[in-house]
């Protein structure tokens, strides 16, 4: 990097040149945009170009299926680094297309929905560690059923201090494969109508001082064409504080899981 300590006050662009001024002294750098122009021309650059690619298409799922829980409460999600774990998670979906050049590769998560299963969405608050009963799903169609074993409290419940109430919430979304276009030169939900879709059903805000019955909920997903997509299945448990007839909610120990997922265009 180039720099003078001359009286001649020089700012701005010049060619490829840029002129800046730090310290009193006047610093030159080569123009950020030269480097794009290389980025994307030059057979150099042609892996990281594959790579990059990728990589969004991959942090643009992430992002979808993160939106499919954007309407459960929000303490129920961690918020620092969900968006790195899904990414994370996800990763691998790239190798299952041995089809598509790299660069192009299809992130079809309905071809294995197996990966989502299980996933606590508050990393901080493990679903199981606050709910010690199982609940688990099945599918017909585009819906899906819920089953909730009877609960007791004192067994089966983790509560927060201040907790008097809990609530469970039943979620069940899709999210569509992303395959690239080459006519958009990009990447492109293979089923844009069941992206980011979801239904949601509030369980009965129910005393920490009662035991429940076996439960079922039924709940159909908005769209029921759903090839080139998965349905997700997912429950949260909810805690409030019941003051004056009031209830708040906790927002210390709540927790969301991914309980089952299928590929949405088979049963």
Known sequence: MAKTSSIVDLRGKIGDIVFFKRGGKIFARKAAGSNLNTFR???NFVRVRENASEFAALTRLAAAVRKMTASVEPSAVSKLNIQS??????SPLRFLDTVSVRGKRSFALSRNPALLVGFDWNVNNPFQSLL?????ASRSGASVTFT???????????????????RL?????SVSDLTFSDGENDYAPANAAADM???LSLGNLTSLSESTETQTVTLANPVAALDSATLVASVAIVFYQQIGGVNYVLKDANALRTIAAWDGGNE
């Open 169 to 173: 919430v039943f979620l069940v979304s």
């Open 85 to 90: 774990r899904l990414t994370h998670l996800l």
């Open 148 to 166: 909730v074993p009877a609960l007791s409290p004192t067994e089966h419940i983790a509560p927060p201090s201040g907790a008097t109430h809990y």
């Open 132 to 136: 010690f009963a199982p609940v688990t």
């Open 41 to 43: 021309s030059s057979s």
């Open 197 to 199: 879709r979801s239904a």
